[in-house]
């Protein structure tokens, strides 16, 4: 009668401490992909920061009468406002030439995961405006 008492309770005598092992084993894996899925969600938070703030020193620096200093400017600024501590090491390069203004803006994400640093960057190109009579 005692030999079958293991079968009534679901489980076999050698199996006693399995699901802590088991857990021991999983939780750690399963925090990683959590931390993955963060950092990576992040990035593409930064992303859209580092591309919004290149559109709006493209904005700035193609009026008429503006300067490659107006678009490094609003970048910065756009970069203050939402990158917050985001975007780490945030680099801003406007270069306005006779026919077309180009705003780079490259930065480093926070990282979540350790040892894992990702880059991104936000572009933007676009004529300089200009007047015309008719």
């Given at each position: 009668?005692?030999?079958?008492?293991?079968?009534?309770?679901?489980r076999r005598p050698g199996d006693r401490g399995a699901a802590t092992t088991e857990l021991v084993l999983v939780?750690?894996?399963?925090?990683?992909?959590?931390?993955?899925?963060?950092?990576?969600?992040?990035?593409?938070?930064?992303?859209?920061?580092?591309?919004?703030?290149?559109?709006?020193?493209?904005?700035?620096?193609?009026?008429?009468?503006?300067?490659?200093?107006?678009?490094?400017?609003?970048?910065?600024?756009?970069?203050?406002?939402?990158?917050?501590?985001?975007?780490?090491?945030?680099?801003?390069?406007?270069?306005?030439?006779?026919?077309?203004?180009?705003?780079?803006?490259?930065?480093?994400?926070?990282?979540?995961?350790?040892?894992?640093?990702?880059?991104?960057?936000?572009?933007?190109?676009?004529?300089?405006?200009?007047?015309?009579?008719?």
């Amino acid at each position: 009668m005692a030999s079958g008492h293991w079968l009534r309770r679901g489980r076999r005598p050698g199996d006693r401490g399995a699901a802590t092992t088991e857990l021991v084993l999983v939780v750690p894996l399963l925090m990683f992909l959590l931390l993955c899925i963060v950092q990576f969600a992040l990035a593409l938070h930064a992303q859209h920061i580092a591309q919004t703030a290149a559109s709006r020193a493209l904005a700035a620096a193609r009026a008429q009468d503006a300067t490659s200093g107006a678009g490094n400017e609003r970048a910065s600024a756009t970069l203050r406002l939402l990158g917050g501590r985001l975007l780490q090491h945030p680099t801003v390069h406007v270069s306005r030439g006779g026919e077309d203004v180009e705003a780079h803006v490259e930065g480093e994400v926070v990282a979540v995961v350790p040892g894992l640093h990702l880059r991104v960057a936000g572009h933007a190109a676009g004529p300089v405006e200009r007047w015309t009579v008719r």
